[in-house]
């Protein structure tokens, strides 16, 4: 697939250096725990100045949910971007997005915005919590989709 990133381009939204810099999260958690970011300096996937609320991003999750079930592309596009405006941290909006864009670099980009959501969403001690388990809980699927449109 031309364009497509290579193994070491990927890699590279994971390696330290990315932490700081508008990179994807880091798989390698730190030693020490670290919570939920709430309305920090975040990247430009739309979460900056918004503070997490769990209660937004449930509501903002049971819309594309229902999304994931219309057949009309414009109504679940109108949806997605409903869900993000309730919630930016909603992993699974960027995910659809993604899934209809015609274009692939475009798709990347919203890949790229539903991991570091998702991540941000769950938060580093959930990444230790459901460690070996992780597809097992609910909450983690729409970051593990988005992971995998990524891949």
Partial sequence: MAGAPGAEEFMQYFADEAKDEGGLPLINLPDKPVTKRRGKKTGQDGTEGKPFSEEKLSRAQDLICEAWEILDRDVRLDM??????????????YVLLAMESDFPKEALEFYQKGVRAGRLALGDNMFKKYAGHFWGYIETRPYMRALYGLA
């Fill in 80 to 93: 997605a971007r409903k869900s993000l405006s309730m919630s930016p941290y909603c992993a699974d909006a």
